[in-house]
């Protein structure tokens, strides 16, 4: 049961979205990640509304930016842009203190541009806080990654269909996602898909947690993930619900459906701690506890 997560969202066409007559925010952070003899420093930084990024935080060899939002969010029409290169040998991680809400909207939608790249032997973690798709808003998520075979990344995404204090579920227009990941220049992963409520669409996830949020995680690294597949199935349980695949030329695709956002929090944090202890690389403390997202509503 837990393999059908990963066939939920029906494969479509990305249609464009209609021109919102407020005027868009376009925004967000370009930055480059270098080692040196002191560990990963950020190289180069550029930054604009939505998105701030705070002080970078270093410990074990990590350079860790936390990203945050003023508005809270995406309004009809913003345009929001991640750009992330980590170099050979560097070690780098984004996160999130608070929930990023798709506001409510008239008309229009938020996009969400991002594209990793992860040089040789480098290592990204990519652990954002959920997505909250509040009633009648619209989300296009174009996602790029491109790593080396001797490198690991660990991506995580979270979904959240509406707030829970509101009473909203799955009360959203639309979200639509494309993601290509490329290994050494081989596609690897891809998926694209759009989620209309109101189509009937992810029966399956609205029937068995109608106001539980959504992971999807992607897990690369150059050591074999034979045997891991079990594992992490193992850790589903009457709250969560978990599938895993294996993807072309290594690595895992994670699919995660969680009753709330506390089984969630115990979920993510579980497979998150197997998935680093495995890579075998020194993770600092700041990515091994839960962050202050989870408690979202």
């Not at 594209?115 to 990519?126: F, I, K, S, T």
């Not at 269909?161 to 081989?186: C, H, M, N, Q, V």
């Amino acid at each position: 049961m837990p393999n059908e997560l990963l066939h939920q969202l029906v494969p479509t066409s990305t249609p464009a979205g209609s021109k919102s007559l407020r005027p868009a925010v376009q925004g967000g952070v370009r930055l480059r990640y270098k080692s040196d003899a002191s560990g990963t420093t950020l190289k180069e930084q550029w930054v604009r509304p939505p998105l701030h990024i705070a002080k970078t935080y270093h410990d074990k060899g990590w350079a860790t930016n936390l990203l945050t939002s003023p508005t809270a969010g995406l309004l009809e029409g913003d345009e929001l842009e991640i750009d992330c290169t980590v170099n050979a040998n560097a070690k780098a991680a984004l996160i999130s203190p608070a929930a990023c809400r798709i506001h409510t909207m008239n008309d229009g939608e938020a996009t969400i541009h991002q594209h990793y790249r992860v040089g040789e032997a480098a290592v990204l973690d990519v652990w954002p806080a959920p997505l909250i798709l509040q009633k009648d808003s619209r989300l296009t998520q174009i996602t790029k990654v491109e790593i080396e075979d001797s490198s690991t990344l660990l991506l995580t995404e979270i979904v959240s269909p509406g707030r829970a204090t509101y009473g909203e579920s799955f009360e959203f227009d639309s979200w639509r996602s494309k993601l290509r990941i490329y290994r050494s220049g081989t596609l690897t992963a891809y998926e694209n898909f759009e989620l209309i409520p109101a189509n009937n669409d992810a029966s399956d996830w609205r029937s068995r947690s109608p106001n539980g949020p959504y992971v999807s995680i992607y897990f690369l690294t150059p050591h074999p993930t034979t045997g891991l597949i079990e594992s992490l199935h193992e850790l589903s349980t009457d709250e969560v619900a978990i599938g895993a695949s294996p993807l072309r030329g290594g690595g895992l695709g994670i699919k995660v459906l969680a009753k709330d956002g506390l089984a969630l929090r115990k979920s993510v944090l579980q497979i998150r701690e197997f998935l680093t202890n495995y890579s075998c690389i020194d993770y600092p403390h700041t990515l091994k506890r839960a962050q202050t997202f989870f408690y979202f509503r």
